[in-house]
Nanobody, 112 residues
Framework: QVQLVESGGGLVTAGGSLRLSCAAS????????MRWYRQAPGKEREFVAL????????IYADSVSGRFAVSRDNARNTIYLQMNSLKPEDTAIYYC?????WGTGTLVTVSS
């Protein structure tokens, strides 16, 4: 069973950047498709990105496309979410996901 722990969240002003990490333990995630989701206050959890292990391609939600980028470090068993040009509407708890396993999330707050 894999365990996931997100980190890297914090408070940033609009236009700034953050890099989130999702560290996996228990087994390798190098052959797993990995996803990022987020949940804003008072809203449902929404899809952010899907990174495919086999070809390295990533699908992004329209709301983050061109601003966010996913990368992996298989040696560290970690996946990253680089977030640039952040907007107040990006404020949310960000979660990484591996099939039915979720991390505990990391809070990103973007001030205007």
């Amino acid at each position: 069973q894999v365990q996931l722990v997100e980190s890297g969240g914090g408070l940033v002003t609009a236009g700034g950047s953050l890099r989130l990490s999702c560290a996996a333990s228990g087994r390798t995630i190098s052959r797993d498709h990995m996803r990022w989701y987020r949940q804003a206050p008072g809203k449902e959890r929404e899809f952010v990105a899907l990174n495919r292990w086999n070809d390295g391609s990533t699908i992004y939600a329209d709301s983050v496309s061109g601003r966010f980028a996913v990368s992996r470090d298989n040696a560290r068993n970690t996946i990253y979410l680089q977030m640039n040009s952040l907007k107040p509407e990006d404020t949310a708890i960000y979660y990484c996901n591996d099939m039915d396993t979720w991390g505990t999330g990391t809070l990103v707050t973007v001030s205007s």
